[in-house]
């Protein structure tokens, strides 16, 4: 493969990978048999639009409902309502949606099914704060979550107990229904009760675990937020609740087979491919500095793999903010990553959010090629302080690398991929 055809295989990785999660491939085949009732479809998440236009696409029978979804990522649906909402800082939009979802399952009977529709990015959809609280104390807490540092795990948990849908309360809130929850996975480990935060599952954490959370990260909270949390005034709902006796989840898609697709599509092209994990957290900049340490042990001893060799990875990082840049978790990761390398040659990366959305940014992620930081020098750009400056976007949007997909419409969080090829 020359060197000039690398950033298009790399891009027809991540392509796949995202392919592989779309809701209209991996959704159908897990509709249920129709209830003797009503079916209530809801939802929310960066792909419950799709997700909702799968169901009406294969759906016999008669239904209703309404799910919530980012500004951009909605899909046209006859019988089921797309609404908009913003997305990672909720606003009044998601409100109004997460108050009407309510409404919906309220008054059903054992006969009726609810089939809830979750993905990442629900968190902030479905938003209803606990009482006591209002939409001010969530956005500021949402926003010191974001750049904390925490794992998303660890932001989860907090989110789950100021929140009056979140942490199975919308499956008690379902009760006596039945409620199938079908969910696509941004979470490493595919945990259900982190995926949106576990709206339709029992929540094992308690208010003192969020706190804990809080106070390790030092998160500068509202003083309603701490209140609650200290007092215990919003616990979600247990495991062993009865009314979460009718819930079933299924999870319809995850970072591990969409990595598993991009490895079928390398495979093919002769490339040996090897998958180092489909849940790696930590801060990017770490796991940039890991990872091409790895590549460049393969480059230079033939260890662990010998070139040529992809290696693919998934997971969430993290980033700590410290600067003014334009942020997001994948770039921050490549710049890195990028810096660790030194322009070694023989080594290309690409990494990208598969919901098309890295951080705040309408950018899915970028590239790098072993003149990566060549170029950015003949244009006056310092890679280790745009690093400093948590400025990814910036660096790559000026190399012209960066990766535009426009909303996907799902999402199984992040896709890395390292291309250690021999050097003569």
Not at 196 to 214: E, F, H, K, R
Not at 383 to 401: K, P, Q, T, V
Request: aromatic fraction near 2%.
């Amino acid at each position: 493969m020359s060197p000039q055809a690398i950033p298009s295989f790399l891009r027809n990785l991540f392509d796949a990978a995202v392919a592989s999660a779309q809701p209209s491939s991996c959704l159908p085949r897990h509709l249920p048999q129709p209830p003797q009732g009503r079916l209530i479809v809801v939802g929310a998440g960066k792909a419950s639009a799709a997700m909702a236009q799968a169901v009406e696409t294969h759906w016999p029978g008669q239904l209703e409902g309404l799910v919530v979804t980012r500004y951009g990522h909605g899909a046209r649906c006859r019988r089921i309502e797309i609404v908009e909402a913003a997305h990672p800082v909720p606003d009044a939009s998601g409100i109004a949606a997460t108050e009407r979802i309510c409404r919906l399952v309220a008054d059903l009977t054992a006969d009726d099914l609810v089939l809830c529709l979750i993905s990442g990015g629900g968190s902030s959809l479905l938003t209803l704060p606990a009482p006591g609280l209002a939409l001010a104390d969530k956005q500021a807490l949402n926003r010191a979550l974001l750049a904390s540092g925490a794992s998303i795990s660890e932001m989860n948990c907090v989110r789950r107990h100021v929140s009056a849908i979140k942490g199975g309360r919308l499956a008690a809130l379902c009760h006596p229904a039945r409620v199938l929850t079908l969910t696509i996975s941004d979470v490493p480990g595919d945990d259900p009760v982190n995926i949106a935060s576990g709206p339709t599952v029992g929540d094992p954490t308690t208010c003192a675990d969020a706190l804990a959370i809080v106070d390790r990260y030092g998160i500068p909270v509202p003083a309603a937020v701490r209140h609650l949390l200290a007092h215990g005034l919003a616990e979600s709902i247990k495991p062993d609740d009865p009314r979460l006796a009718g819930s079933e989840i299924r999870i319809i898609a995850t970072p591990q087979l969409a990595l598993e697709a991009a490895a079928g599509v390398a495979r093919a092209a002769g490339i040996a491919t090897h998958i180092l994990g489909d849940s790696i957290e930590g801060e990017a900049r770490d796991v940039g500095k890991t990872l091409a340490a790895i590549a460049l042990q393969v480059a230079r001893r033939g260890q662990p793999f010998q070139p040529p060799c992809l290696l693919l990875s998934g997971g969430e990082t993290t980033v700590t903010v410290r600067g003014q840049g334009r942020g997001g978790r994948n770039v921050e990761f490549l710049l890195a990553l990028a810096v660790a390398l030194d322009g070694a040659p023989g080594i290309y990366a690409l990494a990208g959010d598969t919901d098309g959305v890295d951080g705040q940014e309408e950018t899915a992620g970028a590239i790098v090629t072993p003149d990566t930081l060549a170029r950015a020098w003949q244009l006056g750009i310092d890679a280790r302080e745009r690093l400093a400056d948590n400025d990814g976007h910036g660096f790559f949007a000026a190399l012209g690398d960066s990766i535009l997909t426009g909303p996907t419409r799902t999402n199984v969080n992040d896709f890395r991929a390292i291309l250690v090829t021999p050097v003569a």
